[in-house]
């Protein structure tokens, strides 16, 4: 049959709602071989927690010949099945607790090169934002760096578009199958983003643009992005969720600081003021990851004089916990210290964000961080 073992049952686990890579790994404790899961059958699938639904899904899917239509037409299309056990699966994804299960990727690369940006925000977006978003993509490109984002209308957009305009490569994410184009209007920039980048999308051909679907992929986004900005995002906005995720993966998280009167502002706004790095600066965004002392520039004396009051406050409890666990471990990554802290990725991230401020910790590479000299 098309496919390989591996394939086939991730492709019928996939096509059921809301299962990840933690459902395939309940199987492989088993210590069965892959095609042991489809011969099993529903009896089988119901030791591994999965629902009377979906049973009869993955059921209904075999009876039909789903499966071998489904890999028949990626192959028609030039669509890729990348599944989660593949050496071509992208590392920092398996980084996430509900990794994909498999990626559909269409287009001409199948790994994003150099560092990995994410960058998201609102549809309804200023010209400000979209201005900001495009030469984000522009320098991202210029800087040998990939663009990830949603492929929506707005700061997504604009990002794929700067990327694509700086010769870079970027990939859109979609909340669709990698055969749609979603929103229509961007059929021209998905044709510009598979020549130069690609499509990733976990859900089958031709699935629509289900509300539920868009959240979910946003993790994605988050997993693939060795750091995550947003650029305008209201109160309810799926790029708040992004720089959630990208914060529980330990991922630097940074946002655009944008007018306390604009609502398209207010969720990006108060990303600041829990913590995200604020891009006051394309060079010093680009140029180096950490905040320190060095690298700031000349302010004025009463800037000076709050500077220094800021540096000279009470650290607090969580600060005290992450300096002791730097000053005997050396670097850490988030998640390393929220373990060894026995606090959220979040409270970690503010803490260190604080601290970073202050000039008393640096990042030292991709999500990690170092007591300063």
Known sequence: MPGDELTRPLLLLNNCQYYDIRAWERFEDTGLEAGAFIDGGPSFWETLGINERNRARMSADLRS???????????????????????????????????PLLLYVRGAILTLPGTVVGIVGTRRCSAYGLKVAREMGGLAASNGWSVVSGGAKGIDGAAHTGCLDGGGVTAAVLGTGADVVFPPEHRKLFGAIM???????EYGLGCGGNGWRFPRRNRIIAGLSSR????????????????????????????????????????????????????????????????????????????????AKNRARETSESEKILVALLTNHGDRTIDNLA????????????????????????????GRYSLAD
């Open 65 to 99: 010949g789903w499966l071998e239509r489904e890999i028949d037409a990626c192959a028609k299309l030039g669509v890729k099945l990348i599944t989660c056990r593949d050496p071509l699966y992208p590392p920092p994804l398996l980084e996430l607790k509900d990794a």
């Open 228 to 307: 995550t900005v947003v650029i305008e995002a209201p109160r309810r906005s799926g790029a708040l969720i992004t720089a959630r995720h990208a914060a529980e993966a330990g991922r630097d998280v940074w946002a655009v600081p944008g007018r306390i009167d604009d609502e398209r502002c207010w969720g990006s706004n108060c990303l600041i003021f829990d913590g995200a790095m604020p891009v006051v600066d394309y060079e010093f965004f680009f140029g180096t990851a950490p905040l320190s002392k060095d690298a700031l520039p000349d302010i004025s004396e009463a800037g000076a004089a709050m500077a």
């Open 195 to 201: 020549e130069a980048g690609a499509l990733y999308s």
């Open 339 to 366: 373990g060894e802290a026995k606090m959220s990725a979040a409270e970690v991230f503010k803490a260190i964000s604080m601290l970073s401020l202050r000039g008393v910790v640096f990042s030292s590479g991709s």
